[in-house]
T-cell receptor, first 114, second 110 residues
Framework: DTGVSQDPRHKITKRGQNVTFRCDPI?????LYWYRQTLGQGPEFLTYFQNEAQLEKSRLLSDRFSAERPKGSFSTLEIQRTEQGDSAMYLC????????????FGPGTRLTVT | QKEVEQDPGPLSVPEGAIVSLNCTYSNSAFQYFMWYRQYSRKGPELLMYTYSSGNKEDGRFTAQVDKSSKYISLFIRDSQPSDSATYLCASMNRDDKIIFGKGTRLHILP
């Protein structure tokens, strides 16, 4: 297993465009998490899935953000009508249900909104 | 007040020295405490996790939690230039959400 992967690694988009990111977790992990990290800050929780079910969403996750994990494997995070404030690193992590404290992160997708 | 507080540094120490990194937290419900290492423009890498109070050692790294004072520490022995990175402390309570500190930038000087 090569760990958590994310695609794309970098995305530059113009304000108002929609973007979608993909995350492939470690194969035996049922839990999948999305975080956002801005410069000089630690990652901030956005949402997480257990299998296909989205169990929690942060207040940070505005209506323009939507996440899915349709088959309980990979997940997508979509941002509609991007704003400059959305520029950040979007991180995905996965864990076993029994060990949520043991989350393994992917390399992240760096989003720049111009 | 943020739930997990961490001095952002930077912290510069000579190669071979013992490094001490510290955090405080405010939520008494936190049960798990983690340390992550993050290199520039990379995702965080889990170094260690600890449940409740106590010490845990893994090679050159020792994590320490004192729940009575809400203090979390990471010690790195025989520091190497490759240890230069940002170190993130984190905590988790029963809701399974990890709360991160801002991270401390560490520079090991050859």
């Amino acid at each position: 297993d090569t760990g958590v992967s994310q695609d794309p690694r970098h995305k530059i988009t113009k304000r108002g465009q929609n973007v979608t990111f993909r995350c492939d977790p470690i194969s035996e992990h049922n839990r999948l998490y999305w975080y956002r990290q801005t410069l000089g800050q630690g990652p901030e929780f956005l949402t997480y899935f257990q299998n296909e079910a989205q169990l929690e969403k942060s207040r940070l996750l505005s209506d323009r953000f939507s996440a899915e994990r349709p088959k309980g494997s990979f997940s997508t995070l979509e941002i509609q009508r991007t704003e400059q404030g959305d520029s950040a690193m979007y991180l995905c992590a996965s864990s076993r249900v029994a060990a949520p404290y043991e989350q393994y992160f992917g390399p992240g997708t760096r989003l720049t909104v111009t | 007040q943020k739930e997990v507080e961490q001095d952002p540094g930077p912290l510069s120490v000579p190669e071979g020295a013992i490094v001490s990194l510290n955090c405080t937290y405010s939520n008494s419900a936190f049960q798990y405490f983690m340390w992550y290492r993050q290199y520039s423009r990379k995702g965080p890498e889990l170094l260690m996790y600890t449940y409740s109070s106590g010490n845990k050692e893994d090679g050159r790294f020792t994590a320490q939690v004192d729940k009575s004072s809400k203090y979390i520490s990471l010690f790195i022995r025989d520091s190497q230039p490759s240890d230069s990175a940002t170190y993130l402390c984190a905590s988790m309570n029963r809701d399974d959400k990890i709360i991160f500190g801002k991270g401390t930038r560490l520079h090991i000087l050859p």
